[in-house]
């Protein structure tokens, strides 16, 4: 799926929580409606509700191995239907998921997850952690290359010392099929949801490909390793504040 499982909620406030609905109505057997992507480079997409959640021997190898390399305390951010905090519940660390969608923190609380908060993690401070957790895109929240900049610069503050950011992204240029964009940086992609009739405003979604992420990264004082990349060119990587 080009658009990536978390395209995500980070969008205005007064706007209708319409993935937390989505994910509610689902958990709950409320509606068979579906969830659609719209985008600005092909038709709608279809984003799978029940992908969220996913029990951990369903997930990728990505994923599974962003779980392996979690340790201390660890903040899940854009945590949507709590998979990835329920799965490292089960292995005894200490976890905190926070989204800023209401209904997806009910959800959340219902499945198990035993600390989740409903939070932008851009005023976020209710503590440190020695892992900050943005899978299925989660980086994508910061929307620009500017938006993540401040992003990187926001998770410091929630690092504990020596703590690490796991994140997985990917190169969206094919997307373009060689005829890049003149202006501004290609893995800004814009989207809007769809769910049971009803529109969010169309907003911003973040790709970076490694090299542009190692820059950036690099001047918000990080480390950047890759961890793992998958045939599909999606990438997991660890930021490390550099001493």
């Avoid at 996913?54 to 899940?76: F, I, Q, T, Y």
């Avoid at 980086?139 to 410091?156: N, W």
């Avoid at 501004?184 to 769910?195: D, F, P, R, S």
């Amino acid at each position: 799926m080009v658009c990536g499982i978390n395209i995500l909620r980070y969008i205005c406030a007064a706007m209708s929580d319409i993935l937390g609905q989505a994910l509610y109505n689902h958990y709950h057997q409320l509606s068979k409606h579906k969830l659609w992507i719209h985008n600005r480079y092909g038709p709608k997409e279809e984003m799978p509700v029940d992908v969220y959640f996913r029990d951990e021997d369903d997930m990728p190898d990505l994923e599974w191995l962003a779980l392996n390399e979690c340790r201390g305390s660890v903040l899940d951010i854009g945590a949507g239907a709590g998979s990835h905090a329920l799965a490292l519940q089960d292995r005894g660390l200490d976890v905190k998921a926070i989204d800023i969608s209401p209904l997806a923190v009910q959800v959340m609380q219902q499945r198990g997850v035993t600390q989740a908060a409903v939070a932008d993690i851009f005023t976020y401070n209710q503590g440190k952690f020695d892992t900050l957790l943005l899978l299925m895109n989660g980086i994508g929240l910061a929307g620009t290359t500017d938006g993540l900049a401040r992003l990187l610069l926001q998770l410091d503050t929630l690092l504990n010392e020596g703590g690490q950011v796991l994140f997985d992204s990917s190169d969206v240029a094919y997307l373009y099929e060689g005829n890049l964009p003149e202006t501004g940086y290609h893995g800004e992609i814009a989207y809007q949801y769809e769910y049971h009739q009803q529109k969010t405003d169309w907003f911003n979604w973040l790709y970076m490909d490694e090299e542009r992420m190692s820059d950036i990264a690099a001047e918000a004082g990080y480390n950047f390793e890759v961890l793992l990349e998958d045939e599909f060119g999606q990438y997991l990587a660890r930021l490390i504040r550099i001493a």
